[in-house]
């Protein structure tokens, strides 16, 4: 059976003519009006019978359009644009290639070819009218624009944007800032990017220091009672901020100066536990004295970076107190609260249960009732 869509040795021959002069899209269209009965061939199918038949297309077969940028244009191009400005350029390629160049296309052949005119481009020329459309309008547009303009030593603010000294503001956290200075008008020069706004002080902070003097170094200023709008100076307690890190952690409680006083008297001694804990000691591999960085160290760092770790410590025995062993009857030291053998009978079998070495000595006593 043959099948409909097959390629006829007619269309063979032709295709063989036709193939290697003709574009893939020109040939099917030939192919429609040479063979109207036969199924409709798209250039996808006759570039796939052409590969069949082990066609190709002439030498001089140009499969794309010509490229814009031909080499002889290239040449032109690199040779002219140094020193010449793009009206300039546009102008001779005209002349020459009969079409001009647009900004977008010289630029990015200068991109492309790595080619600078060395001019200064950008710039106005002098004579043009730049925008307007006469001197008498250019005249008019700049008397109009004269009484706003910024006059040297002036600072202008936008009258929404004006903040008068001593002006308050709060913050998303509740704090109260005050504006202690404007740096505009006092000539100062403009905070760096990362830097916060000097223009403005925390209420507290001025209050405690109208009051105490300055804020001690390291410290925060806390409200006593929680009230970010209570500012009178005995509430305001100044803490170091590692001793307020302690406090918070713990979370203690207090509700004036003096439970604060309390909160951070307890992180002092919390504090200086944790240095004692920490005080230096002997390797309990190598012997030498290192200070450890968290209180159960037992080994110097450089033994443990060599893999080297102290042996455990022996468990220290304190007595806790008399009791009579409940396999054997004797009396021995407790070493635990609930311990109830001896040290020999826990020997003896260290996984049994009391009642099973009494039953495997036989002093099991003998329940009443029982047979």
């Known amino acids: 059976m043959t099948r409909t869509n097959s390629w006829t040795p007619e269309e063979e021959a032709w295709l063989r003519e036709v193939y290697p002069d003709h574009g893939n899209a020109e040939i099917a269209a030939m192919h429609a009006e040479r063979f109207p009965d036969r199924p409709r061939r798209t250039d996808k199918s006759i570039n796939s019978r052409a590969k069949v038949y082990g066609l190709h297309k002439a030498d001089g077969f140009a499969r794309k359009p010509p490229r814009f940028w031909t080499p002889e244009r290239v040449e032109w191009f690199r040779a002219f644009v140094p020193g010449h400005t793009e009206s ?20 990015n052949a ?12 950008g710039r106005f020329e002098k004579g043009r009218a730049g925008g307007f459309a006469s001197d008498e309008h250019r005249a008019k547009f700049l008397e109009a624009g004269r009484a706003t303009r910024f006059k040297k030593g002036e600072v202008h603010v936008a009258p929404s944007r004006e903040r ?13 800032w005050v504006k202690v200075r404007d740096s505009r008008i006092d000539g100062l020069q403009r905070q760096e990017k990362g830097h916060h706004n000097e223009n403005y002080r925390m209420k507290h902070h001025i209050v405690y220091e109208e009051h105490n003097g300055p804020i001690p170094e390291g410290c925060n200023v806390v409200f006593a009672d929680h ?7 005995g509430n305001l307690v100044a803490v170091p901020r590692d001793l307020w890190a302690v406090v918070k952690k713990n979370g203690v409680e207090y509700h004036d100066a003096e439970t604060l006083e309390a909160a951070v008297n307890l992180a002092r001694l919390e504090r200086g536990i944790y240095a004692k804990r920490c005080a230096p000691r ?13 209180p159960h160290q037992r080994t110097c760092d450089a033994c443990l970076s060599a893999g080297i770790r102290a042996k455990k410590a022996e468990m220290r025995f304190v007595p806790k107190g008399e009791a009579t062993c409940a ?18 009978c826990i020997a003896e079998a260290p996984t049994m249960s009391v009642d099973e070495q009494r039953r495997r000595r036989g002093t099991m006593p003998r329940t009443e009732g029982v047979e």
């Open 282 to 294: 002997a390797c309990g591999a190598c012997g030498y004295t290192f200070e450890p960085r968290y």
């Open 88 to 107: 300039e350029i546009s102008a001779e390629h005209e002349r020459l290639f009969g079409a001009p160049l647009s900004e977008g296309q010289i630029g």
């Open 327 to 344: 396999v054997c009857g004797a009396r021995f030291e407790k070493r635990m609260e609930r311990q109830r053998r001896c040290e020999d």
């Open 164 to 176: 008068p000294i001593g002006f308050e503001r709060v913050d998303k956290d509740g704090f109260t």
């Open 227 to 233: 009230d970010m709008t209570n500012f009178d100076p």
């Open 110 to 121: 200068k991109t492309k070819l790595g080619v600078r005119s060395g001019t200064h481009g």
